[in-house]
Structure formats: C-alpha cells, structure tokens
C-alpha cells in the first residue's frame, strides 16, 4: 500500500524562519532517489539546494516558485511505498521494546534535521492486531491549504549562474519568459535578450513583476538575503555604538613584494590580492590587539575573547552582500590564505555559498576599493566588535624622505563597537594593519 510523507523546509543553518522557492528540481510523477537535489531555496544567507531523505514517487509539490515558507512547513509529498510493495506491519514480538516512536525521525542530512511526518503507527507491545489499512485515498496526509501567490508577484526563475550572467550584460530577468522546463531562464535566454533577439515575457509576467507603467516604477519584494543584510545593519547601527577611525598608507613596498609573489615557484598559479595581505595583517594584528577580535554578549554581560580568527570577506553577489567566513584564518600561511580567499569569493560569487559558511565570524574586512572607492564608514556584522574597509590603490603624490615622489597609496577605515574596543585600542590595531601594508618585512618582528 502507499505510504505517504510530507518533505518539511529544513533549517539550513542556525536562525532561519523561512526561505523563498526559487524553482522545483522534480515534478508529480518523478521517480527520486535519497539524497536527489528537489528544489532550490533561498534563504536569508544563501541559494540552498535541498536533497529529500527517501526515495520514491513525488505526488504532489504543496508551493509555487516564488512563495515564502516557514520552516518547518510541509513543501512536498512523496510516496516512499509506490505500488504497495512494503510488507504488512506484523505484531510486535515480545521482546520487542515496550513502545516503539510514532513518528520516525528523518534519515539525517547534512546540515539538516527535520521530523518527517508519517501515516502509520507502529505496533505495541501486546497491542491487538493492527485493523485492515484504509484505502490509498485515506492513508494521504491531511489536504493541505492550498498554497498563497508568491509575495511581491513574479518571480524570475533562474538558478545564480544566470542571474549573475543577466547583470553583467545588464539584462532585466523580468522581462524574459525562460525556454527551459518550467519557464526557467537559461544563459542563452539571456544572451538572447543582451543581443536584442529575445522573447518578451508574457503581459502576465510584466504585471505581476510590480512594473506601473503610470508611474514608470517597478517594486520588488523585500526578501532573502536583502531582507537579512538590511535587518542585521539596522541591529548593528542601532545597538553597537560604532566609532570610525581612518587611516593613509603608502603601500608601494606591498605591491612591489606582490609582484616578487607572482614571479616566485611556490606561489604559482596563486592569487594574492591586496586582500590578502590585508587579511595576514588583520590576523597578525587581532594578537596584540585581542579586543578587536571579542564580542559584546549583551545576555550574559560578558565580553568573550576569542583565540581564533574565523575572517568574514564581504562579496558583493547576484543575490546582495554576503559574507563567508575562511575559518581559523589566523593559522593560515599567506599562500593558503591567498588559496582560501580566492576559492571563497568565487563561490560566493557564484550564488553558491552555503548558510554555514557565513556563521560565527570573529572580524570581517570589505574591499570597497574595488569598486575605485577611496574610503567609506562600514557597518559592523552583529556578533563582532570591528570591521576594516579597504580603499582603492591610486597613485598619488607622496613625501618621501623629503621629496615629491609618486606612490601606491590607499586608505583604510576602521569601524569598532566601542562597548568593547577604546579608542587607544582601536588605533592601535589600525596603525599596526597600516604598517603591515606599507612594508611587509615588518610581519618578522610581530
């Protein structure tokens, strides 16, 4: 007989409510196996693909691409027994133990742990023989309500890949229908429409998308990952009283030993960056200057130090800000630093950053130089005490040894909550990252 179960919205990573629906990997009537990727969730961290802990039969999708769901909430329905094959429940034995769970827990994936709901009880000890089964119709799980429009209307569907491919080539997702199974926009989709050949999505889709023609203003629901970057900003403004120092560098000795790096046999196919000295400096600083490296516990009344550094590195991606951390960072070489940067901004980049590689983070540094800005005043993560913001490198006049000479100078500006980092702590720590770019040699002596 079937035996149907629910597939409930896991919890991806600590703290998550709910998550949107981007696009279903399956449909009613697909075979799947454990473990198969089902569906592609975003959640207020990342782009999450969840895999389903059984195999079987899917019977019906319960949400619509776009839609909002708590955690917790059923998405899916699966039919583990298709065809009836399973046994029939036979009477407990009497060594059997005196009760056995009504619900079984789901098998365990990582990074997941939700109860799956099940249809059948199993048999007590001494219990009277289980009655007859109800009919297929009956063992289904109780109807669900159906599911709501998708908050804020349409939603472009497209997996990170080409949502990044859209805004490179300045193509608006909303005004393509996708070509793939189920509407999905594909990369050809989007270099169609960047080469003035695509097809333009349906009217339905330009009025669900929040376009006015009148007003010639388009909205867009507030969600995922925007919606938790904007909420952990105002948190951290409002309850870390922040304090920004700034500081000018003459980072020419940095740039020439950089280019020494490039040319030498260990560091081969390595990209080292500006940002990785900045973050061998940040690692190497945060041991004279623990503070910058603590967190205010506002609960407990307690400053925790922490002998580690989990490095967060802002990226700007597709999908907003995130920030991935590179774990235990302060016991890193510079080479697998450099290794471990590069690999973590590329998935980040990607749309492929899972939630847990964005917790826990002790310090975060944002290279807004990047983007040619010289300076800026960033906005500490909630859980930390400081964040350091890179400026862009720019040849500028510079006195050296009482001449006029041009130099590789940049800034940086240091934000720190001061509840747990004073002012003279604060400056100090910045004035040992500056010393650390303006010449590498002095790393020997920290």
Known sequence: MPEYKHFPLADTAEGLTEADIIAWQVKPGDTVTVNQIVVEVETAKAAVELPIPWAGVVTELLVEP???????????????????????SAPAPAAAKEEEPAEE???????????????????????APAAPAPAPAAVAVAPMPAPSKPKGGYVPLAKPPVRKLAKDLGVDLHALTGTADGGVITRDDVH??????????AVASTVDSGYDPAT???????????KATAAAMVQSAFTAPHVTEFLTIDVTPM???????????????????????????????AKRTPDVNAVWDEAAQEIVYKDYVHLGIAAATPRGLVVPKVRDADSLSLKDLAAAISELTDVARQGKTTPAAMLHGTFTISNIGVFGIDTGTPIINPGESAIL???AIKDTPWV???ELKVRKVMQLSLSFD???????????FLADVGALLADPAVAITY
């Open 400 to 402: 050296v040894d009482g």
């Open 255 to 285: 740039m020439e030993f950089r280019e020494k790096l490039k040319k030498s046999r260990e560091f081969a196919g390595v990209k080292v960056t500006p940002l990785t000295f900045a973050a061998k400096a940040v690692c190497l600083a």
């Open 105 to 127: 827990e789901m098998k365990p994936l990582v990074g997941y742990g939700s109860k799956a709901v099940v249809t059948q009880r199993r048999a007590r000890k001494g219990a």
């Open 418 to 428: 001061h509840r747990v980092v004073d002012g003279q702590q604060g400056s100090e």
């Open 192 to 201: 169609a429409a960047a080469n003035g050949s695509a097809a333009p999505a």
């Open 216 to 226: 010639r203003e388009r909205r867009v629901p507030i969600k995922g990952v925007r």
């Open 66 to 88: 776009g839609q909002t769901v708590e955690v917790g909430a059923p998405i899916l329905t699966i039919d583990v027994d298709p065809g009836g094959k399973a046994a029939p």
């Open 389 to 391: 913001a890179l400026g």
